[in-house]
């Protein structure tokens, strides 16, 4: 599903270079749930940026299906992350002017379908996330654990291969983080239909909370940038 190669990622030039990633090596198999740790600036945000597209390597090859990110255009990686990864981000990133059930279809729509008939979809899976009666409200009359449960919705509705989620609970209390944990290993590891046949979903968290990532059943450990 996704491999990393002698990762190395650097930012600035000079003595302002900062290494995020040193020399990382990582192999990700379908329908595994991974939990990503290490103390702030270790690089694990950089390393789920670099394996969803976001960013391209200095050094190394990210390959997803065995094709490398650095041989995609673009246009390229903006589609792969629509089809074919989910993201989910600790500050929600909700569009303020879209309901909860149009931040949900908006990548459908991205993608060329209409809302009328994503809209099913979209209240099908505000019902799974618990909130149902919650599609015609706006982010700012939403609860954070409510507006992370939007942002999973949105983030499943293409059903993509891989789910990407950085410090998903950081914005969270306890009891709100653990039910958007239970929601991640729910969706996160479920058999979807693909043009190839079914796959099982693959699932990164990257998270400093101890209690979260020890209920994943593998852990990366990062320090320095390095896999440790």
Excluded: W
Aim: a negative charge; aromatic letters at 4%.
């Amino acid at each position: 599903m996704l491999e990393l190669r002698n990762v190395t990622k650097t930012y600035g030039t000079g003595p302002q270079q900062v290494v995020a990633l040193r020399n990382i090596s990582l192999i990700v198999e379908p329908g595994e749930f991974i939990a990503i740790t290490g103390p702030s600036g270790c690089g694990k945000s950089t390393l789920l940026h670099l394996a969803s597209g976001l960013d391209i390597p200095s050094e190394g090859e990210v390959l997803i299906d065995g094709k490398s990110t650095r041989d995609c255009s673009d246009d390229e990686l903006t589609l792969l992350r629509r089809n074919r990864i989910g993201l989910v981000f600790q500050a929600f990133n909700l569009i303020p002017t879209l309901t909860a059930l149009e931040n949900v279809v908006l990548p459908a729509t991205l993608n060329g379908k209409s809302f009328a008939t994503q809209m099913g979809r979209g209240r099908q899976l505000l019902e799974v996330v618990g909130l149902g009666a919650r599609a015609g409200h706006y982010p700012d009359q939403l609860s954070g654990g409510e507006a992370q449960r939007v942002a999973i919705a949105r983030a499943i509705i293409m059903d993509p291969e891989m789910l990407l989620a950085d410090e998903p609970t950081g914005n969270l209390d306890s009891e709100s983080g653990l039910s958007i944990l239970a929601l991640l290993e729910e969706f996160g590891c479920s058999t979807i239909s693909t043009p190839a046949g079914p796959v099982q979903r693959s699932t990164m968290i990257v998270t400093h909370d101890e209690s979260i990532a020890a209920k994943a059943p593998r852990r990366i450990r990062l320090k320095d940038g390095k896999l440790v």
